[in-house]
């Protein structure tokens, strides 16, 4: 318990003090007020590049998943350094995939090798340091953590104590990030995080409000349920599906049901060759053709599911949109913005 107390009251006095930049001298540039992170392929040949480097506790420089559909910092204890102060605190995390992630409670400082300034967390946080990784007894062909991944950095919002990293950096750089790798609009990109919104960055996105919430995120901090955007899916000319729905880098698959489906097709791909459109009014209108690769256009019929049950839109939209995430006003953003004529298409 005063373990805990001091981390509370720590935190709080740190993020204060990170409010507060100390102005720039005469003849000296201003404090940059965002960054920019490389984001990584991922393993196999999708092109999706929705992995990270972090070093966790002084630790070497490990990939991770970045996945905007969980929240917290969750990694192998080998790749902890020795500058983390672990506990006896058990701590167990499970994904929708089916993934268990059994361990303990840490804190540790969380820099960022590969981002433009240097980036890291000013004081230490609270990390799950994963000792095991199991499958859920319904799902016991889970897909587990397959090399490079050494973890996964949850940058959702939601009100647990281990708690997204990236909203608990100093200054600006906390307030929200975008995440920019839509390769399949612009297949120039380099794809990477910004890291810090700006009047400048964040112009040119519709949004829509995340509901609230509140529970144990670090103090200071406010939380947000990420899986509350309404949106709607269609197959064809069908009736469409609409539910809350959260928009997850970490899914290789859409997933939703309609109105008119059989049940007996609940849990199964949606067939190759149907055009299936994602809608969130006046925000976003994407249609994809389906097909079978995850990443790219694979979508799958399930009803709305998860320990806050909704829909997924799937890591594909990542593809197609920079997506941005405030912190403060608890939004969601797509760019380029709607029109309500520029639907994106793609087959």
């Known amino acids: 318990m005063a373990r805990a107390l001091r981390f509370w009251l720590g935190s709080f006095f740190a993020i204060l003090a990170s409010m507060v930049a100390a102005p720039a001298k005469p003849g000296e540039a201003a404090p940059a007020e965002s960054a920019t992170i490389a984001l990584l392929p991922r393993p196999g040949n999708s092109g999706f590049a929705n992995f990270i480097r972090v070093s966790v506790g002084g630790g070497p420089a490990g990939a991770v998943l970045l996945d ?8 192998r204890a080998e790749a902890v350094g020795p500058d983390v102060e672990l506990t006896d605190i058990p701590l167990t995390y499970s994904y929708s995939s089916g993934n268990v992630l059994e361990g303990v409670l840490g804190f540790a400082t969380v820099a960022f090798p590969d981002s433009t300034p240097a980036l890291a ?4 946080i609270a990390v799950q340091v994963v000792q095991r990784v199991t499958c859920k007894s319904e799902l016991p062909e889970c897909p587990g953590w397959k090399a490079p991944e050494m973890g996964v950095m949850g940058v959702a919002y939601n009100p647990v104590q281990v708690f997204n990293p990236l909203a608990q950096l100093s200054g600006t750089f906390a307030n929200g990030f975008i995440v920019v790798a839509d390769d399949f609009a612009d297949p120039s990109v380099s794809p990477h995080l910004v890291v810090g919104l700006t009047a400048e960055n964040s112009a040119g996105f519709s949004t829509a409000p995340f509901a609230s919430a509140d529970g144990a995120q670090p103090t200071g901090l406010k939380a947000w349920n990420t899986k509350s955007i309404p949106t709607c899916f269609t197959v064809d000319s069908g009736p469409p599906g609409c539910f809350a729905t959260v928009f997850d880098t970490g899914a290789g698959s859409g997933s939703f049901e309609t109105p008119d489906l059989d049940p007996s097709r609940l849990h199964t791909r949606v067939p190759a060759g149907h055009r299936i459109t994602t809608s969130v009014a006046g925000v976003l209108s ?9 990443w790219i256009n694979r979508y799958r019929y399930a009803p709305p599911h998860g320990g806050v049950k909704g829909f997924n839109s799937g890591g594909l939209v990542f593809r197609h949109y920079k ?4 912190a403060v006003n608890g939004r969601i953003g797509f760019s380029p913005a709607f029109t309500g004529t520029n639907g994106a298409t793609a087959k």
């Open 68 to 75: 905007t559909g969980s929240t917290g910092l969750r990694i």
């Open 121 to 124: 967390t000013p004081h230490r």
């Open 286 to 294: 994407l249609t994809v053709e389906s097909g079978r690769r995850t």
């Open 323 to 326: 997506v941005l995430f405030d």
